[in-house]
């Protein structure tokens, strides 16, 4: 498996109040993504990065915030939480290459409720 | 805007059937992943197409790749129970600005099957 982690595994929160969730790996990989999973929706990408301190949006990014320090850890921060970023949010990580992608390894998710 | 459908959304089918799950996209890529999603769990890659024509197998799974057609399909043989869960495609695509690659992914077929 590869050495994806994510914490908080699981969180409630009160609206308005700035949470950050961590993903943390052990591959070297450059790429790492954060997603979010709803019903009806699939996967949607939020951030990600493709180096240190190098990030791009997704198509859901209003409201969120991220930051890449180091190689191995990639922060998303939300603000002032509300009720509609309750999710599953999931960090993957994948290699690169010159124009070629490869698959993603997702973390274990982290399941978070904004009260 | 890229956009990835799948369909059928949900499929019931009984224990030894075949079934196929269709995967389109719109974007002009010419590398395509499954992945599949277990209920509360994280989600494991299946499958990687890399190129037209492309097909991979795994036990009663076949994935095919028709990039003229920009459609995947993943051919279900004689379905077994331990093959429910939810299957995931999803297609790379450039961000011209930054050069890097990001995913965008298909809202799932929740397949089930019945003993």
């Known amino acids: 498996d590869a050495g994806i982690t994510q914490s908080p595994r699981h969180k409630v929160t009160e609206t308005g109040t700035p949470v950050t969730l961590r993903c943390h790996q052990t591959?070297?990989?450059?790429?790492m993504y954060w997603y979010r999973q709803d019903p009806g929706h699939g996967l949607r990408l939020i951030h990600y990065?493709?180096?240190?301190?190098?990030?791009d949006k997704g198509e859901v990014s209003d409201g969120y915030s991220v930051s890449r320090s180091k190689t191995e850890d990639f922060l998303l921060t939300l603000e002032s939480a509300t009720s509609s970023q309750t999710s599953v949010y999931f960090c993957?990580?994948?290699?690169?290459?010159?124009?070629?992608?490869?698959?993603?390894?997702f973390g274990p998710g982290t399941r978070l409720t904004v009260t | 805007e890229l956009k990835v459908e799948q369909n059928p959304l949900f499929l019931s089918m009984q224990e030894g059937k075949n079934y196929t799950i269709y995967c389109n996209y719109s974007?002009?890529?010419?590398?395509l992943y499954w992945y599949r999603q277990d209920p509360g769990k994280s989600l494991e890659s299946l499958f990687v197409?890399?190129?037209?024509?492309a097909v991979k197998q795994e036990g009663r799974l076949m994935a095919s790749l028709d990039t003229k057609a920009r459609l995947s399909t993943l051919h279900i043989t004689a379905a077994v129970h331990d093959l429910s869960a939810t299957y995931f495609c999803a297609v790379d695509d450039l961000a011209i600005t930054s050069g890097t690659y990001k995913y965008i992914f298909g809202t799932g077929t929740r397949l089930k099957v019945l003993a």
């Open positions: 993957a990580i994948s290699e690169s290459g010159f124009r070629q992608t490869y698959e993603q390894y």
């Open positions: 974007t002009t890529s010419d590398r």
């Open positions: 197409l890399l190129s037209n024509g």
């Open positions: 990065s493709y180096g240190v301190k190098d990030t």
């Open positions: 591959e070297n990989h450059r790429y």
